[in-house]
């Protein structure tokens, strides 16, 4: 009856070939450590979208109460200090990783043809990290997110080409306050994760389409090893 359900269930969506090419994938030369920074990059991305969420059913987007949200979950939920704490580390040890991935790339030469596409898109993604990172940085409402906001801020305003005007859009006004924190919110826990899983989604599309790259010193006509 199991067995009748599942290929009813594969020969309608095809998800578990799609599973299968994905866990038992091959590899030119063999699985090595050098292999796994990009799985360590979505394991950290995952864990900061599970605690990020959980954050969210406490948190309070209000000038005069996103502090108070805050202190209450690290001082009256249990675990909640935990939950911050792993969110809060997560996102620094996330762009190191990144930074790791991104430099095994280089080493390997997947910047070349034809892996050119997928090596810009990781560009992106750092990118996308980074600016996820730096608005969250304000949420909490305290003094050393303001004066971090603010220095960045100051940056984005002598930008060229309506620096002014980008840095008036994002704090929504000419003071920091309610519309801020909405707006950061909204971009941290909302727009940017979104456009963040998209380039990831279409990342491993190609690299599905091309391969996994062989190491360096590892010819691409290598005989195949399973990655596990």
């Known amino acids: 009856m199991i067995g ?26 063999g699985p090595r450590w050098r292999y796994t920074w990009g799985a ?21 987007a209000g000038a005069n109460s996103a502090w108070e949200s805050v202190f209450h979950l690290q001082t009256g939920v249990p675990g909640g200090i935990l939950l911050r704490g792993l969110h809060r580390w997560t996102a620094d040890i996330l ?13 390997d030469r997947t910047y070349r043809a034809p892996r050119e596409i997928g ?17 969250g940085y304000l949420l909490p409402w305290h003094h050393e997110g303001y004066a971090g906001t603010d220095i960045a801020m100051n940056y984005v305003k002598i930008a060229p080409l309506g620096g002014e005007a980008a840095a008036t859009v994002a704090v929504g006004g000419a003071e920091y306050g309610q519309a801020t924190l909405s707006r950061f919110l909204a971009l941290h826990a909302g727009l940017l994760p979104a456009l963040l899983v998209g380039l ?18 590892v010819p691409e006509e290598a005989a195949p090893v399973p990655y596990w």
Request: charged residues 10%.
């Open 95 to 107: 762009v190191v990783v990144m930074l790791f991935h991104l430099a095994q790339m280089v080493i």
């Open 4 to 29: 009748k359900a599942a290929s009813w269930f594969e020969s309608r969506t095809g998800l578990g070939g799609a599973l299968r090419s994905v866990l038992f994938e091959s590899v030119p030369g």
């Open 119 to 135: 090596f810009w898109l990781s560009l992106a993604c750092m990118g996308l990290i980074l600016a996820i990172a730096r608005l």
């Open 40 to 60: 360590t990059v979505i394991f950290a991305v995952a864990l900061e979208f599970l605690t990020g969420l959980f954050l969210l059913f406490h948190y309070s």
């Open 200 to 217: 990831f989604v279409l990342r491993a599309a190609l690299a599905r389409r091309h391969g996994m790259a062989p190491a360096r010193g």
